[in-house]
Each structure stands twice: as structure tokens, then as C-alpha cells.
């Protein structure tokens, strides 16, 4: 009987140890689990702040390219208007080569909505740019200074197209949680056409 008692004993005792170690590997493995869903959780967080620091970086350049672009077509349509423009040339060529290297970056990383919304921008500075080119060549002081006027109101029509782009960029960088009622992805068509010149 105590050869039994003992069986027993030494058989519970086995056990325990047994069942000890089996919780501990069993909350070892589940530490190591959560360890490792952390790790990938927190790449995965520094991956995406990346990407988003990536995107705020594309748009802080394409805004700030469109924006000189424009601006420096405008001085460069005042300048043509007073006579004297070739260090407003300079500065209109330098700054339309930074304007398509951004663009070039953005088609990469930017979203389709902001392409679209930064597109309609773009055509009006390319249409602005090749009125311009054909006002700089105009002969007649007087055509040529309805062409200019014609000009500088079409980059001031840009300004609005512009600040859409914007709104949208924001967003996109949760700068801001939507878009202002006056910024809506539809845009009416006729908001970015422009008069013949």
C-alpha cells in the first residue's frame, strides 16, 4: 500500500512539473506571439509614417513648384508689359523645368485624385505658358498688351484651381479630416476653362 501512496506521490509530483512546465513554454510562446505582432505592428506603423512623410514631402514641392510657376509667369506678363523681362525669362524657364521634375515624382506617388485636381492646374500653366511665348513674339505694342492682360487673368484664375489641389493634399497628409464645401472633388467643368486668346 505505501509502495502505492508513493507511486502516487511521485507520479503527481511528475505531473505538476510536467504541467508547470508546459504552462510556462505555453506563456513563453504566447509572449514571444504578442512580442512579434508588436514588432511587425510597429514596422508597419513606421512603414506607413514613411510613406505618408514621402507624400507630404511630393506635395509640399508640387505646390510650391505650381505656385512659382505661376508666379513667375505673372511677374514675367508684367515685366513683358514695362519692356524690360530677361531676368523674369530666366526665372519663368528655370522655374517651369522645377515644375515638371516635381510633376514627374508626384505621377508616382501622389493619388489619382490629386493627379486629376493637379492636372487641370497644370494645363492652365501650360496653355498660360504658351500664350505667353506667343505675346513675347507679338510685333504690335497694343496686341501684344491685350494678350498680356489676357494673360495675367488667366494666372490669376489659376489661384482657385490651386487652392483645390490643396485642400486635397491636405487631406490626403491628415492635415485635415474633409474638404471644405467650396473645394468638392466635382468640379464644374467650366471652372477651368479659359477664353480663347
Do not use: W
Amino acid at each position: 500500500m505505501s509502495v502505492i501512496v508513493a507511486s502516487v506521490g511521485v507520479f503527481g509530483t511528475l505531473a505538476s512539473a510536467g504541467m508547470t512546465q508546459f504552462l510556462a513554454q505555453r506563456a513563453e510562446s504566447r509572449r514571444s506571439e504578442l512580442e512579434m505582432q508588436l514588432r511587425v505592428t510597429e514596422q508597419q506603423a513606421a512603414e506607413d509614417q514613411r510613406k505618408l512623410d514621402q507624400l507630404r514631402h511630393c506635395y509640399v514641392q508640387l505646390n510650391a513648384n505650381d505656385r512659382h510657376y505661376r508666379d513667375a509667369m505673372l511677374a514675367y506678363a508684367y515685366a513683358l508689359k514695362s519692356g524690360t523681362a530677361d531676368v523674369e525669362a530666366a526665372e519663368v524657364s528655370a522655374a517651369r523645368r522645377s515644375q515638371r521634375d516635381t510633376r514627374a515624382e508626384a505621377q508616382i506617388v501622389a493619388s489619382d485624385a490629386v493627379l486629376r485636381a493637379e492636372s487641370r492646374v497644370n494645363e492652365q500653366l501650360t496653355t498660360a505658358y504658351r500664350y505667353l511665348m506667343e505675346a513675347e513674339g507679338e510685333s504690335d505694342p497694343s496686341a501684344r498688351q491685350t494678350r498680356l492682360q489676357r494673360i495675367i487673368a488667366l494666372l490669376g484664375a489659376i489661384i482657385e484651381q490651386q487652392e483645390r489641389v490643396r485642400a486635397l493634399m491636405r487631406r490626403e497628409v491628415r492635415d485635415t479630416p474633409a474638404l471644405p464645401e467650396q473645394h468638392h472633388p466635382a468640379i464644374d467643368s467650366s471652372a477651368h476653362r479659359h477664353a480663347s486668346l
